[in-house]
């Protein structure tokens, strides 16, 4: 059984006719047509369908579109524009992060919730934030200075 359901995604409004328990992640990428986030493991377990729920990073891919109705989504496409990019995406372009790019949309919207927290993480902070995604190409130390280079951007 569908249900119509309004998403508040990236600052926009858009009516949803979907089941309510059906994933976050599909009706992003379904119905809306976003490319990001993607879908990874499907189990929580990876980070590549982060997105932000109210300022908080969650996994889409097992959170129910029920449960994000009338809150508040933030997809990569909305941390920044292409004239206005938000500091995270000026530092992985400016530390050439970038590989095959799948995961990026997670560590992004991870490490973008926790700057927004906490201005001048330490290293130590800033990898328990990003403990548990899945970067298959091995950037992670491009990672880690991109982050860094993005919270002095900002700090």
């Known amino acids: ?85 938000h500091p995270l995406q000026t530092a992985y372009i400016e530390e050439q992060v970038p590989q095959c790019g799948y995961c990026i949309n997670g560590w992004i919207m991870t490490a973008a919730a926790l700057l927004a927290e906490k201005k001048k993480p330490s290293e130590a902070e800033i990898k328990q934030a990003l403990e548990g995604l899945k970067c298959r190409c091995g950037t992670h130390m491009g990672i880690m200075r991109a982050v860094k280079r993005a919270a002095a951007m900002m700090g």
């Open 1 to 85: 059984m569908t249900k119509e359901l309004t998403l508040d995604v990236n600052g926009k409004q858009h009516k949803v006719d979907v089941d309510p328990d059906m994933p976050l992640l599909y009706a992003l990428r379904d119905d809306l047509g976003l490319n990001n986030p993607h879908f990874g493991c499907g189990l929580a377990q990876c980070g590549a369908c982060t997105v932000h729920i109210d300022g908080q990073p969650i996994r889409s891919c097992v959170t129910a579109v029920s449960d994000a109705a009338g809150r508040k989504i933030v997809t990569l496409a909305g941390l920044g524009t292409p004239e206005k990019p």
